[in-house]
């Protein structure tokens, strides 16, 4: 899919890069990132609308969490998001090593990055499966599942695209200094996935 | 440095001829703009063809007092889907997505979409969905009306609200992803010299329009994944026999649905700002106020949704907020009206079948708009709440507005498109059905609805019995209306008269290139050099004498 984006673009750019007419300065003028960015507003919102749901639905009701509902576990979410912050520094590395042509290095940073990445994924199903709640068991229950599994959700589609890179970058010359989209996005993606999970950490967990 | 580039771009096939063309392109997975554009009109259209038929199925029930023509039951499907296929199928994928993608790339002198194969993919995933929705009537067709509010969808026809939520989530990506490619390309492939502040005003409504789908599209979207878990898995978001509540998915669908109505009509707003100044020889009157009226439409339009929620326990101090924001919102858009009729002011105007349309557009809109205005003042809502007068209002808005607007686009535009000029006779007449059934049709329903009748319902009290019939009548004519178009679009697109490269002697780029423009739109790069409305000056007589000049080689357009 995104080999397939660069393709339909090249002459576009080309175009633009032959009229020298803008972007004179960029060595490679294409609008993909900013493409990326604008979409993660698109992806912002639907975390805000859900969070605002959630805000609403603990304000109007008498009592929240509703009563019953057992404690949140800090513990393990604690670890997990120390895990998931530090990794957006780890991915950073990894995009500066490629801005160094160093393959090598991109390949340390992003496979580490991946390994934390899918250790958030499986503390994540280990709290599932040990949480004293289920999906129906209450409107708290509901809306941390919900909101904690589509957070999930985004964190594997993160993985997958550093995953993506990692299969890639095998190839000698794909990547380089000059020639890393797809590390950039998956690096926004990333971090972008991080900060809603701050978020959303804040919210359920110490608001509750 | 443009030899650099005509050697680039020399192996780009020229023009088919007319008539000549291979029409299955308009069924591939093509990147091309223009094709998408098309693609994206005539789709649309087929859909509002199914939804006007929908519509008239309705009108025939309410021909009688009595529920006769179909059960309560189909009732409530047809209008639901009605408005639906309306709203997700016509108005918005037309509005957006064909104009946005046929328009924006030669208004601005680009060869493409900033992404050509995300373009296609947002396309692509209209056709399914459509068919998707139109499917749920083989399983109860979604009966909730286009709302959906619960916990009445949650009760009545499962299978078809689950099949509705999947359609109009399928609808929203398409939507963000279009909008995404929209912004991208505005900001960032507009031609040497063309500013922000002398771009084409629909331009400026594109970019409005965009921002306003990248904000609140996704909400929509976080309410119908909710909608769908208490649906399908049995969670109570929504419910209050589970403890939730239904309240938080009103909010959450207006803070979509309410700048989903900018987002119907801000691309036509901007159709109209390109369309009067060219059938008026005159420059547009007040062009920043009418580019920056629609961000002033679109950052109020995204607080006043609670106005579609007087009735569901809103606190007053918060209906106070919602109907202020809400009356402020006639500010913006009176200045576009007061510019639009200040542009055909004087001018040397041409009734072609665009402009009829066009001023159809104004006078049908600005009814539409002021009914807004009192269904905006909490008590006077309070009263027509869920009564005829929103559906009269709703349909001045849309129809008379979006509607009218878009066949203003069309006709207008439809020479560039298919290198064909529609006939002017079909066209006033359609104008003419038009008008009359349109108002026929909705009209009498702002007094049905101040007298009291409720909207969504198959029966009524017989004292409404000769209005509704009037209505009846009128959705007739409407639909009739249609049909001259269609022999209009078929004769035209085969057989009518070769249209010139400037049929409308405009100046913006579309144009300056052949009709239909080759395949990269232009043969040079566009340079800016004359404005888009500087109609009766000197320079708008020589851009528009010297033809096609953008689809020429650079060494003969230097003669």
């Known amino acids: 899919?995104?080999?397939?984006?660069?393709?339909?673009?090249?002459?576009?750019?080309?175009?633009?890069?032959?009229?020298?007419?803008?972007?004179?300065?960029?060595?490679?003028?294409?609008?993909?990132?900013?493409?990326?960015?604008?979409?993660?507003?698109?992806?912002?919102?639907?975390?805000?609308?859900?969070?605002?749901?959630?805000?609403?639905?603990?304000?109007?009701?008498?009592?929240?969490?509703?009563?019953?509902?057992?404690?949140?576990?800090?513990?393990?979410?604690?670890?997990?998001?120390?895990?998931?912050?530090?990794?957006?520094?780890?991915?950073?590395?990894?995009?500066?090593?490629?801005?160094?042509?160093?393959?090598?290095?991109?390949?340390?940073?992003?496979?580490?990055?991946?390994?934390?990445?899918?250790?958030?994924?499986?503390?994540?199903?280990?709290?599932?499966?040990?949480?004293?709640?289920?999906?129906?068991?209450?409107?708290?229950?509901?809306?941390?599942?919900?909101?904690?599994?589509?957070?999930?959700?985004?964190?594997?589609f993160g993985l997958l695209l550093i995953l993506g890179v990692l299969w890639r970058s095998r190839k000698a010359g794909h990547y380089s200094s000059t020639q890393h989209f797809g590390i950039e996005a998956a690096e926004i993606y990333w971090h972008f996935v991080d900060v809603v999970w701050i978020v959303l950490f804040f919210l359920l967990y110490i608001l509750g | 440095m443009t030899q650099v580039v005509q050697e680039t771009f020399s192996p780009s096939p020229p023009a088919p001829e007319p008539g000549k063309r291979d029409w299955l392109k308009y069924f591939s997975f093509t990147t091309d703009h223009k094709i998408i554009g098309i693609q994206y009109l005539v789709t649309s259209f087929v859909f509002y063809l199914v939804g006007g038929f929908l519509a008239t199925l309705v009108r025939t029930e309410l021909a009688t007092p009595e529920s006769d023509f179909v059960s309560r039951e189909v009732y409530n499907g047809l209008f639901t889907v009605h408005a639906t296929v309306m709203i997700f199928l016509w108005i918005v994928p037309a509005a957006t997505g064909a104009f946005g993608n046929y328009l924006l790339p030669l208004l601005i002198g680009a060869r493409d979409m900033a992404f050509p194969k995300l373009n296609a993919v947002a396309f692509w995933m209209i056709p399914p969905a459509g068919a998707l929705l139109l499917a749920s009537f083989f399983f109860g067709a979604p009966a909730s009306g286009w709302t959906s509010y619960p916990p009445l969808s949650l009760m009545v026809n499962k299978v078809g609200e689950a099949i509705w939520i999947m359609s109009l989530l399928i609808l929203g990506t398409s939507s963000i992803l279009g909008a995404v490619n929209f912004l991208v390309t505005i900001l960032m492939m507009r031609a040497p010299g063309m500013t922000l502040n002398r771009m084409p005003l629909f331009c400026w409504a594109m970019l409005a329009t965009s921002a306003l789908i990248l904000i609140s599209t996704p909400v929509l979207a976080g309410a119908l994944i909710l909608l769908g878990f208490d649906l399908l898995v049995g969670t109570a978001f929504f419910n209050p026999t589970g403890g939730g509540d239904p309240v938080v998915y009103q909010h959450m669908f207006w803070f979509y649905s309410h700048p989903a109505v900018y987002i119907m009509i801000l691309p036509v707003f901007g159709l109209i700002s390109e369309i009067l100044p060219v059938h008026s020889r005159k420059p547009i009157f007040g062009y920043k106020a009418i580019a920056y009226s629609s961000f002033a439409i679109s950052f109020l339009g995204l607080i006043v949704w609670a106005h579609h929620m007087f009735t569901s326990g809103t606190p007053p101090w918060l209906r106070m907020f919602f109907m202020i924001n809400t009356m402020i919102i006639a500010v913006p858009t009176g200045i576009k009206v007061f510019s639009w009729l200040a542009t055909i002011w004087g001018g040397k105007l041409r009734l072609t079948s665009a402009m009829l349309f066009a001023m159809g557009f104004v006078s049908m809109f600005v009814i539409g708009g002021i009914s807004g205005v009192m269904v905006a003042a909490v008590p006077f809502d309070i009263h027509v709440h869920d009564t005829y007068f929103i559906v009269a209002h709703l349909h001045y808005v849309l129809f008379g507005g979006s509607v009218f607007g878009l066949y203003a686009g069309i006709y207008h535009w439809f020479p560039k498109m298919f290198g064909r000029m529609m006939n002017e006779k079909l066209g006033q007449l359609h104008f003419v059905l038009n008008f009359i059934g349109f108002n026929l049709a909705f009209m009498p329903m702002h007094k049905l609805g101040l007298e009291g009748m409720n909207r969504r319902v198959a029966e009524y009290d017989p004292k409404f019995a000769t209005l509704n019939l009037v209505c009846t009548i009128g959705t007739y004519i409407l639909a009739s209306s249609t049909i001259p178009f269609l022999i209009n679009v078929v004769w035209s697109w085969t057989k009518g008269e070769k249209a010139p490269s400037n049929p409308w002697q405009g100046l913006?780029?579309?144009?300056?290139?052949?009709?239909?423009?080759?395949?990269?739109?232009?043969?040079?790069?566009?340079?800016?050099?004359?404005?888009?409305?500087?109609?009766?000056t000197e320079e708008a007589r020589e851009a528009i004498a010297a033809g096609p000049v953008l689809a020429m080689a650079p060494s003969a357009s230097h003669g």
């Open chain 1, 1 to 156: 899919m995104q080999g397939s984006t660069v393709d339909s673009s090249q002459p576009i750019v080309d175009f633009h890069h032959t009229s020298g007419v803008d972007h004179g300065h960029h060595g490679h003028p294409d609008h993909r990132i900013m493409g990326i960015i604008v979409f993660l507003v698109a992806e912002a919102m639907i975390f805000l609308g859900l969070f605002m749901a959630y805000l609403t639905f603990r304000a109007v009701a008498p009592t929240w969490p509703p009563e019953g509902t057992p404690r949140l576990e800090l513990l393990l979410p604690g670890i997990n998001t120390v895990i998931l912050i530090a990794s957006s520094f780890v991915i950073h590395n990894g995009d500066t090593a490629i801005k160094k042509n160093d393959v090598a290095g991109l390949q340390k940073w992003f496979g580490i990055t991946a390994a934390m990445g899918a250790i958030f994924l499986v503390g994540q199903l280990y709290e599932y499966f040990h949480l004293e709640f289920g999906l129906k068991s209450n409107l708290f229950a509901s809306t941390f599942y919900v909101l904690t599994g589509f957070h999930g959700l985004h964190v594997l």
């Open chain 2, 508 to 536: 913006t780029f579309e144009w300056m290139t052949t009709s239909p423009p080759p395949a990269e739109n232009f043969a040079v790069d566009p340079v800016f050099t004359i404005g888009a409305y500087e109609y009766g």
